[in-house]
Nanobody
Framework: QVQLVESGGGLVLPGGSLRLSCAAS????????IAWFRQAPGKDREFVAA????????RYADSVKGRFTMSRDNAKNAVYLQMSDLKPEDTAVYYC???????????????????WGQGTQVTVSS
């Protein structure tokens, strides 16, 4: 199993930046596809970004492409989400997720991931 703990959320002004972290423990972290999802009140959980086990090229939702950058450090069992040019519509609880059998076509689906963190709140507001 993998345990995931997110951190780094907070309140930020529109146009600002935040860096989220996801710390993993348990089984070998490098075996897993890792993803970021977010969920705003009253909305479904939404894909943000994902990176496969040894693939340094993350995939992004169109809504965050060019503004968010995901990176993973397998040696530190950590994943990061650098968010820039934040907008009010980015306000949500952000979750880190891990899956060991995620195929490429399923990377954006919450059901493809077995393990989830508790989430960290990101609020973009003036």
């Amino acid at each position: 199993q993998v345990q995931l703990v997110e951190s780094g959320g907070g309140l930020v002004l529109p146009g600002g930046s935040l860096r989220l972290s996801c710390a993993a423990s348990g089984e070998t972290f490098s075996r897993y596809t890792i993803a970021w999802f977010r969920q705003a009140p009253g909305k479904d959980r939404e894909f943000v970004a994902a990176a496969k086990r040894y693939d340094s090229n993350a995939r992004y939702a169109d809504s965050v492409k060019g503004r968010f950058t995901m990176s993973r450090d397998n040696a530190k069992n950590a994943v990061y989400l650098q968010m820039s040019d934040l907008k009010p519509e980015d306000t949500a609880v952000y979750y880190c997720a891990a899956g060991s059998t995620v195929i490429t076509s399923s990377m954006g689906r919450p059901g493809a991931y077995h393990y989830w963190g508790q989430g960290t709140q990101v609020t973009v507001s003036s």
